[in-house]
């Protein structure tokens, strides 16, 4: 199976029911995606597919072979960070890192969400521009869950992007 991942193609061959989750870590050795509960309900596995966020340990690799996905790998690098990573960085919007990869990967697919006008379920209007508030961020974000509770720390970070692409 062919796959394309930050831009790079890959070759695997996992068994069918290996998520997209384990292809990455176990079989690529791209670990910046982390399994957090394996049940889709924390974020930390969270990696956009053609753009869109998504829980990749609910998801099997297979459906994925003619996919762009891009994980926290493809975002940025140590030496040459991404804005929302270097806002992150800023902000202090991690503590112990675990959740920041799928963080930061659902905060890029969330700010192109907002700039597309798709609205949440506390957006003022269902057409128009996205006025990120707090409450908007928090509420778009609400999927990645942080044990350090760096939420106030996040929200500034994003909201300092958001600012930047205004």
């Known amino acids: 199976m ?5 831009g790079t193609k890959y070759d695997a061959d996992p068994d ?6 384990d292809l990455l870590r176990e079989h690529l050795g791209l670990t910046g995606s982390k399994k957090g509960c394996d049940h ?10 053609n753009g869109r966020r998504i829980n ?4 099997l690799a297979v459906m994925h072979q003619d996919d762009e996905i891009t994980t926290i790998e493809g975002i940025g690098t140590p030496d ?3 804005p929302l990573q270097s806002a992150f960085v800023r902000h202090d919007g991690f503590q112990c890192g675990y959740c920041t990869p799928g963080q930061i990967c659902s905060a890029t697919g ?3 969400e907002a700039k597309k006008g798709w609205p ?8 128009g521009d996205i006025a990120l508030s707090d409450e908007e961020i928090r509420e778009r974000m609400s999927g990645n ?19 930047e692409d205004a």
Not at 16 to 21: A, G, P, Q, V, Y
Not at 146 to 163: F, Q
């Open 2 to 6: 062919h796959f394309t991942i930050n």
């Open 16 to 21: 069918i029911r290996t998520s997209l989750l």
């Open 40 to 49: 889709g309900q924390c974020g930390a596995c969270t990696v956009l597919v």
């Open 56 to 59: 990749s340990c609910l998801t």
């Open 80 to 82: 040459n960070l991404a």
């Open 110 to 112: 969330m700010l192109d």
């Open 120 to 127: 949440s379920h506390v957006s003022e209007s269902l057409d």
């Open 145 to 163: 869950l942080c044990r350090c509770s760096a939420y106030p720390n996040i929200v500034d970070a994003i909201r300092e992007i958001a600012g």
